[in-house]
Antibody, heavy 118, light 107 residues
Framework: EVQLVESGGGLVQPGGSLRLSCAAS????????MSWVRQAPGKGLEWVAN????????YYVDSVKGRFTISRDNAKNSLYLQMNSLRAEDTAVYYCAEELPLGAFDIWGQGTMVTVSS | AIRMTQSPSSFSASTGDRVTITCRAS??????LAWYQQKPGKAPKLLIYAASTLQSGVPSRFSGSGSGTDFTLTISCLQSEDFATYYCQQYYSYPRTFGQGTKLEIK
């Protein structure tokens, strides 16, 4: 079964850090670009970052540049999002997603909730 | 960033109706457009990519059209399971951007 499972969410204070993980199974993880997409409570979807198959290219939305780092370990079929200097506006459900060639998001995880609050 | 604007933001319809949701890009995106369906508490589901290509397993009552800046998602005969929120998304350039969503509710 094709599956993505996120973990690592939780409650963190403003200025704190958190590392999200996404475990892939059922498909050839190393063959696909991967993305993180987030959704604030009651709001729409916002793309956060993506990474090329071999990790050589990474792109970020402006609001997280310099604070978040996307990475992957193809040997472990895993995607990561290191989030530093967290702000209240980063509060959201974070989804990992596999990208079809050219960029539509085909497979999604169930999401992990990140709450930034004191 | 390319801005994606959907209309309407919410819509009431009945089972069996034909409904159309529109999505407009602030600049041309060729056919680099996808449509997603999201139900409460669930992850989005890809319905259509490349503006008009139906994703495997998606019922044929869903269809997409358009290119450049104007796109539509049509549901030909609404079923009860179609009441959800729909998002368009461009993947022509970075940052990838989504429309604000269209909530389809039961009349």
């Amino acid at each position: 079964e094709v599956q993505l499972v996120e973990s690592g969410g939780g409650l963190v204070q403003p200025g704190g850090s958190l590392r999200l993980s996404c475990a892939a199974s059922g498909f050839t993880f190393s063959s696909y670009w991967m993305s993180w997409v987030r959704q604030a409570p009651g709001k729409g979807l916002e793309w956060v970052a993506n990474i090329k198959q071999d990790g050589s290219e990474k792109y970020y939305v402006d609001s997280v540049k310099g604070r978040f780092t996307i990475s992957r370990d193809n040997a472990k079929n895993s995607l990561y999002l290191q989030m530093n200097s967290l702000r209240a506006e980063d509060t959201a459900v974070y989804y990992c997603a596999e990208e079809l060639p050219l960029g539509a998001f085909d497979i999604w995880g169930q999401g992990t909730m990140v709450t930034v609050s004191s | 960033a390319i801005r994606m604007t959907q209309s309407p933001s919410s819509f009431s319809a009945s089972t069996g109706d034909r409904v159309t949701i529109t999505c407009r890009a602030s600049q041309g995106i060729s056919s680099y457009l996808a449509w997603y369906q999201q139900k409460p508490g669930k992850a989005p589901k890809l319905l259509i990519y490349a503006a008009s290509t139906l994703q495997s397993g998606v019922p044929s009552r869903f269809s997409g059209s358009g290119s450049g800046t104007d796109f539509t998602l049509t549901i030909s005969c609404l079923q009860s399971e179609d009441f959800a929120t729909y998002y368009c998304q461009q993947y022509y350039s970075y940052p990838r951007t989504f429309g604000q969503g269209t909530k389809l509710e039961i009349k």
